[in-house]
């Protein structure tokens, strides 16, 4: 369902004769005739930040959130006057959910830190406005239309998180320095060496690294070139390899989602143009869960890893966990429609009156509860309408590409593997808060939105145009424990 909100006809009158409605107006004219102002720019800006989020820190990465924030509202302001302005079944439930959380904020018990919060959140979804809008534009500005802005995008990322995991495994091979208790020192895997490349933390680096897997593979597939597709290959090698020498739990089980989701869904899109043999999906898919499994059981690191998580209270990290849920389950039961408020300062300030002896935390350690908790259970709620939403538009899009042979479409399997490898990882950590990784979340949330069966026919018309880039090269926890 899309937004389609009536406005009473006084209050139409009154807006459209008001002092604010003749100024945008006026903001609008000058956007649609400036040959600055545009979607070139908006693009720009978005490629330039996801090349350089793993170097940016927090404070520049919200700068050029911001940037991005005002030329979206200008453009946006440009669409709406034209009668353009992108239009999603995924806005109604995120504006209901930034609505919850709005009201969150205002009647939070610490208004003025949960202000801080309610700013970086529309911020996030005005880059995810900001995303959409770029990747639903057919093609760039750029040498003549031929660069495809969702290449450019996600090749922007591919390509500095093959530096990221190249720096990651460069630590693996001669060791690395331990910037915090990331280990047990009562385990097996004491003195183990977790890489963290240009991020600063193991969790944080297995959060950034998972979309690249997927985004990898299909990018391997979907480009043209031979040298671009390596580049796709390598990133998915690259990161697959360095996730897993992070030794971070939650990573592991976001990396076996994300590739079982990926086997299956590019299984379901190739038996549509190609008969297959009645054993191919079932052999594929347990072949797949076999593969997964020898990893598990056959390296004796990545087996006591694993199992570490049923230890309950036996292992350290996962009983400061444990002791935090406790806590966490206290403060929703206190607040339980709508929250705290937003962000991680309204949480700093409200969680030591539940706390427990000895268990400090900067965060829940778990996204639902991290969102249960900002914005009470109405939150949760409407944020899993989000979700689902999300997931049925894009189910919808991607048939219809497997109808029609529209390879674009593979991107959209990209990006359901991104968000089961996310969810999977954001269970049991909350790096998912982190401008590195919500960003990427962002990414492959408009990846969906940016689909729908009027660009796939807009495509179809296209007869000089490339269905795809070819290219040669083409303030959480800082010191979480696990």
Not at 20 to 45: E, N, T, Y
Not at 72 to 101: F, N, R
């Amino acid at each position: 369902m899309i937004l389609n909100l009536s406005i009473p006809l006084w209050l139409k009158a009154y807006w459209q004769h008001s002092q604010i409605f003749a100024f945008l107006d006026r903001l609008a004219q000058w956007q649609q005739h400036s040959s600055w102002v545009g979607i070139g720019l908006l693009g720009s800006l978005l490629v330039g930040l996801l090349g350089l989020l793993p170097y940016l820190s927090n404070n520049q990465s919200g700068l050029m959130t911001i940037s991005i924030a005002i030329i979206w509202v200008l453009i946006w302001l440009g669409d709406t006057l034209t009668g353009q302005a992108l239009k999603s079944p995924l806005h109604l439930p995120l504006i209901c959910y930034w609505g919850i959380a709005t009201l969150a904020t205002l009647l939070s018990p610490v208004r003025r830190d949960a202000l801080e919060g309610w700013i970086k959140l529309s911020l996030y979804l005005l880059m995810f406005a900001s995303m959409s809008r770029v990747l639903s534009t057919s093609t760039s500005n750029f040498l003549n239309g031929r660069l495809n802005w969702r290449s450019l995008l996600v090749g922007s990322y591919l390509v500095t998180s093959l530096l990221v995991g190249v720096y990651g495994l460069r630590q693996w091979f001669f060791g690395a320095e331990e910037l915090a208790t990331w280990t047990d020192p009562t385990s097996d895997l004491a003195g183990t060496t977790r890489v963290y490349s240009f991020l600063g933390n193991p969790n944080l680096l297995a959060g950034y690294l998972l979309p690249a897997i997927p985004l990898g593979a299909i990018a391997m597939i979907v480009w043209r070139s031979w040298s671009a597709k390596c580049v796709g290959a390598l990133v998915a090698i690259f990161s697959l390899l360095c996730v897993r020498e992070t030794y971070s739990r939650g990573g592991l089980y976001g990396l076996y989602a994300e590739i079982l989701a990926l086997v299956i869904l590019l299984i379901y899109w190739w038996s549509g143009s190609q008969r297959l043999p009645k054993w191919a999906i079932p052999g594929f898919i347990v072949g797949t869960v076999g593969v997964l499994v020898a990893n598990i059981l056959l390296v004796p690191s990545q087996r006591t890893r694993f199992f570490s998580s049923f230890l309950g209270r036996a292992d350290s990290s996962a009983n400061f966990r444990l002791n935090v849920w406790a806590s966490v389950l206290e403060m929703i039961k206190a607040r339980p429609i709508l929250g705290i408020g937003n962000g991680n300062r309204a949480f700093n300030k409200i969680y030591p009156f539940f706390q427990r002896p000895g268990y400090s935390a900067l965060g829940t350690y778990s996204v639902p509860l991290e969102i249960t908790v900002e914005t009470g259970i109405v939150g949760l709620v409407l944020y899993l309408w989000f979700v689902v939403t999300a997931v049925r538009h894009g189910w919808q899009q991607l048939n219809y590409a497997r109808q029609q042979q529209q390879a674009e479409g593979l991107w959209i399997i990209g990006a359901f593997s991104v968000i089961a490898g996310m969810i999977s990882h954001g269970l049991v950590d909350t790096v998912w808060f982190r401008p590195q990784v919500q960003i990427l979340w962002w990414l492959a949330i408009a990846l969906i939105a940016s689909f729908n069966t009027l660009t796939f026919n807009s495509s179809d018309n296209l007869s000089n145009t490339p269905s795809d880039l070819e290219i040669d090269l083409t303030d959480n926890q800082a010191n979480e424990p696990d």
